[in-house]
Nanobody, 119 residues
Framework: VQLQAFGGGLVQPGGSLRLSCAASGSIFRINAMKWYRQAPGKQRELVATVTSGGDTNYADSVKGRFTISRDNAKKTAYLQMNSLKPEDTAVYYC??????????????WGQGTLVTVSS
């Protein structure tokens, strides 16, 4: 199983970006999918979660600006980021809890994609 994250880049304050996280490989079921971020010199933090049923949860710092969603048919999660601020600058990582079979369940990480918010 692999997770591939993409969509990062340079954006001006107030701008928008959409990140994608695609899962591939031997997948029986994808449970929760999450986005984390890690800014320079800081610990990795949980940004947003979407459950297999579509329930979502957000860090206080991004509520009202970021939206997490998923397309189960495409095995892909998205993070729509609006009204971006310089403090959103970080490497963003996707994470997924995946069953490769009914009895095998593991956590997987994508490779990270850099988001830079700067004028």
């Amino acid at each position: 199983v692999q997770l591939q994250a993409f969509g990062g880049g340079l954006v001006q304050p107030g701008g928008s970006l959409r990140l994608s996280c695609a899962a591939s490989g031997s997948i029986f079921r994808i449970n929760a999918m999450k986005w984390y971020r890690q800014a320079p010199g800081k610990q990795r933090e949980l940004v947003a979660t979407v459950t297999s049923g579509g329930d979502t949860n957000y860090a206080d710092s991004v509520k009202g600006r970021f939206t997490i969603s998923r397309d189960n048919a495409k095995k892909t999660a998205y993070l729509q980021m609006n009204s971006l601020k310089p403090e959103d600058t970080a490497v963003y990582y996707c994470n997924a809890d995946i069953n490769s079979s009914t009895w095998s369940r593991s956590e997987y990480w994508g490779q990270g994609t850099l988001v830079t918010v700067s004028s």
